[in-house]
T-cell receptor, first 118, second 114 residues
């Protein structure tokens, strides 16, 4: 089954304790992204990766790191979490497809990781 | 720059009422895609529809229908005869074709009361 998996699904931690949220996709997609969702703000992109070893900042990258050593994995790293990083996080993988001769960007979202930083 | 506005923060209706969720977008591209997602209380994002900028035909899927009006940059979503199970947060999103970035609206929380 084509899917994006994230772990853990729920995490409560304390300020300053480094954590990693893993993301894995089995669709051989080149593109992967991380989003955070906050009330009233929708989903905002944190980082994205266009391929192995190629990553770039999204709209809200401060306080986060990512790496893309393998095509299927795109972990999100919080080196020193703070309470303002309490949020719902989504990983997504995507590809550019063709429909009726027109290209489109198809995104597949993981189930989400609910992070609380105390 | 692309932007999606969902002006309705929260909507509350009684079961069997029709409800329309508004979505207005901004983009400089001529080729783009619009999406609607449902987020039930469990938190996952459920894909509802993708529409490309060249196809302005309205779409109907059961009780759901979508009205795409390029002239007003709107992509509104109507639920006919709403049900309690429709209670969720609904997101409208925009993707410019070659950008690996979906721009989301802030979401509309729909509550359907029995």
């Amino acid at each position: 089954e084509a899917q994006v998996t994230q772990n853990p699904r729920y995490l409560i931690t304390v300020t300053g304790k480094k954590l990693t949220v893993t993301c894995s996709q089995n669709m051989n997609h080149e593109y992967m992204s991380w989003y955070r969702q906050d009330p009233g703000l929708g989903l905002r992109q944190i980082y994205y990766s266009m391929n192995v070893e190629v990553t770039d900042k999204g709209d809200v990258p401060e306080g986060y790191k990512v790496s893309r050593k393998e095509k299927r994995n795109f972990p999100l790293i919080l080196e020193s979490p703070s309470p303002n990083q309490t949020s719902l996080y989504f990983c997504a993988s995507s590809y550019i497809g063709l429909a009726g001769g027109s290209p489109y960007n198809e995104q597949f979202f993981g189930p989400g990781t609910r992070l609380t930083v105390l | 720059a692309q932007k999606v506005t969902q002006a309705q923060t929260e909507i509350s209706v009684v079961e069997k009422e029709d409800v329309t969720l508004d979505c207005v977008y901004e983009t400089r591209d001529t080729t783009y895609y619009l999406f609607w997602y449902k987020q039930p209380p469990s938190g996952e994002l459920v894909f509802l529809i993708r529409r490309n900028s060249f196809d302005e035909q309205n779409e109907i899927s059961g009780r759901y229908s979508w009205n795409f009006q390029k002239s007003t940059s709107s992509f509104n979503f109507t639920i006919t005869a709403s049900q309690v199970v429709d209670s969720a947060v609904y997101f409208c999103a925009l993707s410019e074709v070659y950008e690996n970035d979906m721009r989301f609206g802030a979401g509309t929380r729909l509550t359907v009361k029995p």
